[in-house]
């Protein structure tokens, strides 16, 4: 699947944690293992899950998973920006 400019500049523009969280949900992280591998609070990681949702125009956990591991260019990123 090919990657977008404008679907590489989202991700890019992310901050570190987000990006955290966005590879754990990839990988099939609960909320409470990402929070306990990113040192966050359940909250916090709803929050920033939350944020990602918005940010990428993608609802749910599941859904975003999949738009990154089929966009490898993402996934490739997000791995080297941690």
């Known amino acids: 699947m090919t990657t977008t400019e ?3 500049q989202v ?3 992310l901050p570190k944690h987000l990006k ?3 590879v754990c949900l990839a990988l099939g992280c609960t909320n409470q293992e990402i929070g306990f591998s990113v040192g966050l609070s359940n909250e916090t ?6 944020r990602l949702y918005e940010a ?5 956990s599941l859904k975003l998973a999949v738009f990154i ?3 490898p ?3 490739k990123m997000l791995r080297e920006s941690l």
């Open 20 to 22: 955290q969280v966005a």
């Open 69 to 71: 591991v089929r966009h």
């Open 73 to 75: 260019q993402i996934e």
């Open 56 to 60: 990428v125009g993608i609802h749910g």
């Open 6 to 8: 404008s679907e590489l």
């Open 11 to 13: 991700f890019i523009k």
């Open 45 to 50: 990681v709803r929050a920033y899950k939350n």
